[in-house]
């Protein structure tokens, strides 16, 4: 239930409004919304939203023989502070900034950090919200990036 | 609502020494507050000349392009956010002699 439903129901609780005019702002709030979203992908939305860290772990794999050689590293970064970081980006002096798109286009990537809006790094932290990385190393280390 | 950071953990465990601290940054911000506010009439004369020699300059050097950026109040708000965006950074990594452990609360 969203804030904006929970609050005509409150409104409706303390009589401050008729149950057809409950009935008729639900409805138009409902229409506003578009179609109702199905299980997974409110879900994944939940997680979006819920996303606080970004954890990177380096632990053994119990199950290797060299497990007990593998050094243990474990990190939380706040999303806020990727956020932050990548706003710093804005900060680049135009050389700088040049350097980079030329350094990326020569590897292949057309980017220009010029096009980079501060809307743009919010999509990119929702979209890490639903990265996974799971890899399992030949000396006995399991490493893990995911967001919590 | 973001708030600044209060305290950093610090502890390293080794073989043979065992250091920790608890660095108390609400103390140290208001600090260095004070101390950026004494400093800021010498950063101001810095950025007056060199902003004045770089005038003409069609390349500026390094110096004057690293001053104007961290001078700018958009960099002073950038600055501001990311410190204040540290709280729950927790850094913990032990291999089988040593365990550092960094933690911004």
């Given at each position: 239930m969203s804030d904006s439903e929970k609050k005509?129901?409150?409104?409706?609780?303390?009589?401050r409004i008729t149950v057809e005019e409950a009935h008729r702002l639900?409805?138009?709030?409902?229409?506003?919304?578009?179609?109702?979203?199905?299980?997974?992908?409110?879900?994944a939305r939940a997680r979006t939203v819920k996303a606080k860290y970004l954890r990177v772990t380096v632990q053994p794999d119990p199950e290797h023989e060299r497990a007990s050689d593998v050094d243990r590293v474990n990190i939380r970064v706040p999303m806020a502070l990727l956020r932050s970081g990548m706003k710093f980006t804005s900060l680049l002096p135009d050389q700088a900034?040049?350097?980079?798109?030329?350094?990326?286009?020569?590897?292949?990537?057309?980017?220009?950090?010029?096009?980079l809006k501060e809307e743009d790094f919010d999509e990119l932290v929702e979209a890490l919200s639903e990265?996974?990385?799971?890899?399992?190393?030949?000396?006995?280390?399991?490493?893990?990036?995911?967001?919590? | 609502m973001k708030r600044p950071p209060v305290l950093l953990r610090l502890k390293i465990h080794g073989q043979d020494k065992r250091r920790g601290c608890w660095l108390p940054l609400f103390l140290l911000l208001p600090l260095a507050l004070?101390?950026?506010?004494?400093?800021?009439p010498v950063i101001l004369v810095a950025v007056l000349v060199l902003r004045r020699r770089g005038q003409n300059n069609p390349n500026p050097g390094v110096s004057r392009v690293v001053l104007d950026t961290l001078c700018s109040w958009r960099a002073t708000c950038a600055f501001v956010d990311?410190?204040?965006?540290?709280?729950?950074?927790?850094?913990?990594?032990?291999?089988k002699t040593d365990h550092v452990v960094i933690s911004v609360i």
């Open positions: 005509i129901l409150e409104l409706l609780e303390d009589k639900l409805g138009a709030l409902r229409s506003e919304g578009g179609p109702r979203e199905g299980p997974p992908k409110a879900e900034r040049d350097k980079v798109s030329g350094a990326l286009r020569d590897k292949g990537i057309d980017f220009d950090m010029r096009n990265l996974e990385v799971d890899v399992r190393g030949s000396d006995g280390e399991v490493v893990k990036v995911f967001v919590e | 004070a101390l950026l506010i004494v400093l800021s990311l410190l204040c965006s540290t709280p729950g950074l927790k850094i913990d990594a032990h291999d």
